[in-house]
């Protein structure tokens, strides 16, 4: 076989292996990256419902 053909092949193999091993940090990320904004969107609600609840008790101890 020729060396350049050699070298192709093992070129070629090497950076496929790169990008599946990418592929593969992407997709176990993403699923982390989602909880993390799903639980940070839940406490705003949290943090939302507490400040209502709170403006609601100043106003029936003010009123």
């Known amino acids: 076989m020729n ?3 050699i ?3 093992v070129a070629c193999s090497f950076q496929m292996l ?3 091993s990418n592929v593969e ?6 699923p982390a990256t989602l909880h993390s904004k799903t639980m940070q969107r ?7 419902a507490d400040d ?3 403006g609601n008790l100043v106003r029936k101890n003010v009123g």
Do not use: G, K, P
Request: aromatic share 8%; no cysteine; proline share 0%.
């Open 3 to 5: 060396r350049a053909i």
């Open 7 to 9: 070298a192709m092949v």
């Open 25 to 30: 940090e992407i997709f176990s990320r993403q």
């Open 18 to 20: 790169n990008f599946v």
């Open 52 to 54: 209502a609840m709170h």
């Open 42 to 48: 839940q406490q705003e609600q949290q943090e939302n």
